[in-house]
């Protein structure tokens, strides 16, 4: 007997050697096969287009494919549960942002994961305004136009998201209540079916990223009304923000992330980081984030322990607005 216990001694002794040698070496070699990135919107929309745009330049950093999986549903929430429940191998990745991780949960009587508790969150690497867009021949130009319009008309308008909870739909929510109007949302599959039946005159307005309203935009087949950020954003710099243009506190910017499900090694979480740092330092990458409105975060901003307390902030910068408008989910 004590024989064995001598063996199953040295087994476990061995056995705590090897993982603790595994691990640094995992991190060195990951990754060693392709690694699904789950967008959890779907394909064409602002989140999978800067996704792409990233994936792109990261897989040739790595020298492994991420591989893009769409799995859009309940605002992002389906897809970002699929990465929380995932092996924290390094395989699964979530390419997600302000939505996902700060405004979601927050509207949903029952979320399907936890935002801080679920994820190793790995990088920051974007951030984008929102802009309000109408169809071309939309009765308004400016916001106090849109305003006095919506009031007036609030009974027959209706507004489109990409799915409730989503950002295109929080940000019109807060713009209801900035206006005190209520206006009927339709929700969609994705953001490109609501821009679709914006085109068509079918809905009245949406809050989308400049990433995907800009081509619209300058194609003139939508009018822009305002700009939802802080400050006047690259590509429409003429374009008044709803601050300047009396509306105060409309900050609808969202931002770009990659997480991992909690767990992932701690190594694989900083590599990835590192390699999502050097992508957008590359011109060509940063040049066209600029062409489609969007920008790439400072660096003090990208490591994995900036991202973990940045989320939380956002919750509790986000928290009183949600709670106020009174819009709880399913």
Same mark, same amino acid.
């Given at each position: 007997m004590y024989k064995k216990r001598l063996v199953l001694a040295s087994t476990l002794a061995s056995a705590m050697a090897l993982s603790l040698i595994a691990a640094p070496v995992l991190a060195q070699t990951w990754p060693t096969r392709p690694v699904m990135l789950v967008v959890p919107y779907a394909a064409g929309g602002p989140v999978d287009v800067v996704a792409r745009l990233m994936a792109a330049r990261v897989s040739e950093l790595l020298g492994q494919q991420l591989v893009i999986e769409n799995i859009g549903g309940a605002g992002g929430m389906a897809g970002a549960a699929k990465v929380a429940k995932a092996a924290p191998d390094g395989y699964t990745v979530l390419a997600s942002g302000s939505a996902v991780l700060a405004n979601v949960p927050l509207m949903y #009587?029952?979320? =399907?994961?936890?935002?801080?508790?679920?994820?190793e969150h790995a990088a920051l690497?974007?951030?984008?305004?929102?802009?309000?867009?109408?169809?071309?021949?939309?009765?308004?130009?400016?916001?106090?136009?849109?305003?006095? !319009?919506?009031?007036a008309n609030q009974a027959k308008m209706q507004y489109g998201s990409s799915g409730g909870g989503s950002g295109m739909h929080i940000c019109a929510v807060l713009l209801n209540q900035a206006m005190d109007a209520d206006i009927t949302h339709v929700p969609y599959r994705g953001a490109s079916f609501a821009m679709q039946d914006l085109l068509a005159g079918r809905i009245? !307005?949406?809050?989308?990223?400049i990433s995907t309203a800009l081509p619209q935009i300058e194609g003139k087949?939508? #009018?822009?009304?305002?700009?939802?950020?802080?400050?006047?954003?690259?590509?429409?710099? #003429?374009?008044?923000?709803?601050?300047?243009a009396g509306v105060n506190g409309l900050d609808c910017g969202s931002?770009?992330?990659?997480?991992?499900?909690?767990?992932?090694?701690?190594?694989?979480v900083n590599r990835l980081a590192?390699?999502?740092?050097?992508?957008?330092?590359?011109p060509a990458l940063r040049d066209r984030f600029l062409s489609i409105g969007v920008?790439?975060?400072?660096?003090?901003?990208?490591?994995?322990?900036y991202m973990t307390k940045f989320v939380a902030s956002?919750?509790?910068?986000?928290?009183?607005?949600? #709670?106020?408008?009174?819009?709880? =989910?399913?």
């Amino acid at each position: 007997m004590y024989k064995k216990r001598l063996v199953l001694a040295s087994t476990l002794a061995s056995a705590m050697a090897l993982s603790l040698i595994a691990a640094p070496v995992l991190a060195q070699t990951w990754p060693t096969r392709p690694v699904m990135l789950v967008v959890p919107y779907a394909a064409g929309g602002p989140v999978d287009v800067v996704a792409r745009l990233m994936a792109a330049r990261v897989s040739e950093l790595l020298g492994q494919q991420l591989v893009i999986e769409n799995i859009g549903g309940a605002g992002g929430m389906a897809g970002a549960a699929k990465v929380a429940k995932a092996a924290p191998d390094g395989y699964t990745v979530l390419a997600s942002g302000s939505a996902v991780l700060a405004n979601v949960p927050l509207m949903y #009587k029952k979320p =399907l994961y936890n935002p801080l508790t679920d994820f190793e969150h790995a990088a920051l690497f974007s951030d984008s305004a929102r802009v309000l867009i109408v169809p071309k021949d939309f009765p308004a130009s400016t916001l106090p136009e849109f305003i006095a !319009y919506s009031k007036a008309n609030q009974a027959k308008m209706q507004y489109g998201s990409s799915g409730g909870g989503s950002g295109m739909h929080i940000c019109a929510v807060l713009l209801n209540q900035a206006m005190d109007a209520d206006i009927t949302h339709v929700p969609y599959r994705g953001a490109s079916f609501a821009m679709q039946d914006l085109l068509a005159g079918r809905i009245d !307005y949406i809050t989308e990223q400049i990433s995907t309203a800009l081509p619209q935009i300058e194609g003139k087949t939508v #009018k822009a009304i305002t700009t939802l950020g802080p400050e006047r954003a690259p590509g429409l710099e #003429k374009l008044p923000t709803a601050d300047e243009a009396g509306v105060n506190g409309l900050d609808c910017g969202s931002w770009g992330s990659f997480s991992f499900p909690r767990g992932t090694p701690a190594a694989i979480v900083n590599r990835l980081a590192k390699a999502s740092s050097d992508a957008i330092d590359t011109p060509a990458l940063r040049d066209r984030f600029l062409s489609i409105g969007v920008t790439v975060t400072a660096p003090a901003r990208r490591s994995p322990e900036y991202m973990t307390k940045f989320v939380a902030s956002e919750i509790a910068r986000w928290t009183p607005p949600i #709670k106020a408008s009174g819009v709880v =989910l399913d």
